[in-house]
């Protein structure tokens, strides 16, 4: 199987249309019928259903989508981490999205620059739920992920930090003076939707759109208790006792041979305690 036959596949089963896909591929649309045709048969089973009302993925299309994406990821990450190694000056690319290191990257980077296989750190900083793709299709080296949303597939990976959440409210919200809640209080209350949520809410794509939905009353947002340092005065953050606990991972793609990466590695455990941020107390 050719590459060529997985990106054709890939463009139908996002598009859900053999004329816009074809377009997006830069072809006649009776070629890419016939070849995910023969894919089809090649294969031995339907990926696609074509009715007159579209076109909609077979179950066996829907898995054939997500590991052909990962295929030409994988190809993408094989040129890109070529060319990174080939560079006359080389860099560790480090992904994260605005404060997801939870000030930990400031603690790691001396130890990183004494190691004597470590090279010059460029961060990459993206948007939420960013950083996984980015590391998966060899965009960067490793990334600053967190459990249990980010996909950590593939990857290997330290437990850096766990922490306990708050929830961030308005400073006029009726729950801003407490010294603690639960998630129940919490019911009825509009939350942000992040990219790749089914939430029905105000999508939130950063951490300064989030801050500012939530100053105006509009969100109410479950954050990490590190978000505590960035929440402005007219913000609250209050301790939610049973929200569950989220991590935060060091992630790189398995089976690495990447010294640098292996040097980064060892500051991050070297100088990072497991720990909680502030812990909450049950009793």
Known sequence: ?????????????????????ARRLGMAQPPLSRA?????????????????????????GAVFLAESR????????????????????????VAMKPDGDAGLLERILPGYRADPDATEVEVVVGGVGEQSRMLRDGRVDLAFLHGPHDDCVGFDTELLLEQDQVAMLARGHRLAGR??????????????????????????????QLLQL??????????????????RADIA????????????LLAWPDRTRSRAVAAFVRAATADVRIDAISPITRD
């Open 179 to 208: 010294s603690a809640l639960v998630l129940t209080d919490l019911d009825g209350e509009p939350f942000p939707r992040w990219p790749g949520s089914d939430v029905d809410g105000s999508e939130v794509r950063d951490a300064g």
């Open 70 to 93: 990962k295929a030409l990821d994988a190809v993408d990450a094989a040129v890109r981490r070529a060319q990174r190694a080939g560079q006359e000056v080389p860099k560790l690319l």
């Open 1 to 21: 199987m050719e590459t060529r036959e997985l990106a054709y596949f890939v463009a139908v089963a996002e598009e859900l249309h053999f004329g816009r896909a």
């Open 237 to 248: 953050c209050v301790p939610v006792l049973d929200a569950p606990r989220t991590s935060v």
């Open 36 to 60: 995910i045709q023969q894919l089809e048969r090649r294969m031995g089973v339907p990926l696609l259903n074509r009715t007159s009302r579209g076109v909609s993925l077979t179950p066996a």
């Open 214 to 231: 939530v100053a105006l009353g509009q969100v109410v947002a479950i954050v990490p208790e590190s978000a505590r340092r960035h929440a």
